[in-house]
């Protein structure tokens, strides 16, 4: 498999679009600039997304407007993100107070210096995947040989990608991945221009499936012996320091929303659409948190030390990780506990 990265660049790629990630907030906690799903009372809370709002944001949306986080005491606002790798940046300078991010960019930046710890990762199997229309007529790791391959230099799909392909018995070198930015992905796919990307597929295929009219179908890396956990909490550890209570706070709630959230989808949805600036069509928005909601556990958020370990075992051996560090050194499980 052709590709023009090297394992070191990977990392120094990922920790590069960290540091150059464009600010979502003027101030620092509390600031204004974002989405409110509903007015709410109590202390001015920011949370910063990994990406603009798309279905699996919808229990924050929720929270908000059925007072979930206000009774909480939080009066939340909530930001687009621009890439995990820039929300985690911005908790851990201050300038919001919790993110929502993926796990290997906050692995990343703590091995950087960077003062954050997850309080819990709630796609506990990972959306990791490999997207596709359905007209490619793909149905196994096997059948990528011969295909070209979409993928984004410096995210942690592109570093796990050779590791994947050899774990299911696929030549690598007879799958072409071609660099593509990730703005470009969902757009060339739908043109034709690469047969799958690599991507999150509750995210991104229903978006194509509406731009292209085309079905999508992906292989889950999950389902096939690769499982690297997904989005959760960040918050810095001035703010586990300074204000436990409202980390604990802002945890219990927000499994709370995402609970209510997933017993009522439809509502859920209506809200987000309402609420969120920039936010896809509310049929694709349906599509998104109903492909979301399979990837939690029954305890949201509570994790385990043996995914943890698995997910830094898989980046040290994809080369993002120069030094893998214990899961406690990323991981505070006092706030949504392990299970």
């Given at each position: 498999m052709k590709r023009t990265a090297t394992a070191s660049a990977l990392l120094a790629a990922l920790l590069t679009a960290a540091a150059c990630a464009p600010d979502t907030s003027d101030s620092g906690s509390g600031g204004d600039g974002g989405d409110k799903a509903g007015g709410g009372k109590g202390k001015k809370v920011t949370l910063t997304l990994n990406w603009v709002p798309y279905g699996e944001h919808a229990a924050f949306y929720y929270g908000v407007e059925k007072g979930i986080y206000e009774k909480a005491g939080i009066n939340l606002t909530i930001k687009p993100g621009h890439g995990s790798a820039g929300t985690v940046k911005q908790v851990a300078q201050g300038h919001s107070d919790f993110g929502w991010a993926d796990t290997p960019a906050l692995l990343a930046g703590v091995n950087e210096g960077m003062k954050v710890k997850s309080l819990g990762v709630y796609l506990q199997k990972g959306p990791s995947s490999v997207q596709?229309?359905?007209?490619?007529?793909?149905?196994?790791?096997?059948?990528?040989?011969?295909?070209?391959?979409?993928?984004?230099?410096?995210?942690?799909?592109?570093?796990?990608?050779p590791g994947w392909l050899k774990a299911n018995k696929v030549d690598p070198d007879k799958v072409k991945v071609v660099n593509t930015d990730p703005a470009a992905k969902i757009a060339n796919l739908g043109a034709g221009k690469v047969d799958a990307i690599m991507g999150f597929f509750h995210d991104q295929g229903p978006t194509v499936?509406?731009?292209?009219?085309?079905?999508?179908?992906?292989?889950?890396?999950?389902d096939y012996g690769m499982n690297v956990l997904g989005n959760g909490i960040v918050a810095s550890d001035k703010l586990l320091q300074d204000d436990p209570k409202l980390a604990k706070a802002f945890a219990k709630a927000t499994a709370e929303s995402w609970?209510?959230?997933?017993?009522?989808?439809g509502e859920a949805v209506k809200i987000m659409s309402q609420a969120a600036t920039g936010a896809p069509p509310e049929k694709v928005l349906a599509n998104q948190l109903k492909l979301t909601l399979p990837?939690?556990?029954?305890?949201?958020?509570?994790?385990?030390?043996?995914?943890?370990q698995e997910t830094i075992d898989l980046l040290k051996d994809g080369g993002m990780l120069k030094k893998a560090q214990?899961?406690?050194?990323?991981?505070?499980?006092?706030?949504?506990?392990?299970?």
């Amino acid at each position: 498999m052709k590709r023009t990265a090297t394992a070191s660049a990977l990392l120094a790629a990922l920790l590069t679009a960290a540091a150059c990630a464009p600010d979502t907030s003027d101030s620092g906690s509390g600031g204004d600039g974002g989405d409110k799903a509903g007015g709410g009372k109590g202390k001015k809370v920011t949370l910063t997304l990994n990406w603009v709002p798309y279905g699996e944001h919808a229990a924050f949306y929720y929270g908000v407007e059925k007072g979930i986080y206000e009774k909480a005491g939080i009066n939340l606002t909530i930001k687009p993100g621009h890439g995990s790798a820039g929300t985690v940046k911005q908790v851990a300078q201050g300038h919001s107070d919790f993110g929502w991010a993926d796990t290997p960019a906050l692995l990343a930046g703590v091995n950087e210096g960077m003062k954050v710890k997850s309080l819990g990762v709630y796609l506990q199997k990972g959306p990791s995947s490999v997207q596709f229309t359905s007209d490619q007529k793909i149905k196994t790791p096997k059948d990528l040989e011969g295909k070209t391959v979409g993928g984004t230099p410096g995210d942690a799909l592109y570093a796990t990608f050779p590791g994947w392909l050899k774990a299911n018995k696929v030549d690598p070198d007879k799958v072409k991945v071609v660099n593509t930015d990730p703005a470009a992905k969902i757009a060339n796919l739908g043109a034709g221009k690469v047969d799958a990307i690599m991507g999150f597929f509750h995210d991104q295929g229903p978006t194509v499936e509406d731009k292209t009219g085309k079905q999508v179908d992906y292989l889950l890396w999950a389902d096939y012996g690769m499982n690297v956990l997904g989005n959760g909490i960040v918050a810095s550890d001035k703010l586990l320091q300074d204000d436990p209570k409202l980390a604990k706070a802002f945890a219990k709630a927000t499994a709370e929303s995402w609970e209510q959230a997933a017993a009522n989808q439809g509502e859920a949805v209506k809200i987000m659409s309402q609420a969120a600036t920039g936010a896809p069509p509310e049929k694709v928005l349906a599509n998104q948190l109903k492909l979301t909601l399979p990837l939690l556990q029954d305890k949201h958020g509570a994790n385990t030390e043996a995914k943890w370990q698995e997910t830094i075992d898989l980046l040290k051996d994809g080369g993002m990780l120069k030094k893998a560090q214990e899961p406690s050194a990323y991981w505070d499980a006092s706030y949504a506990g392990q299970g």
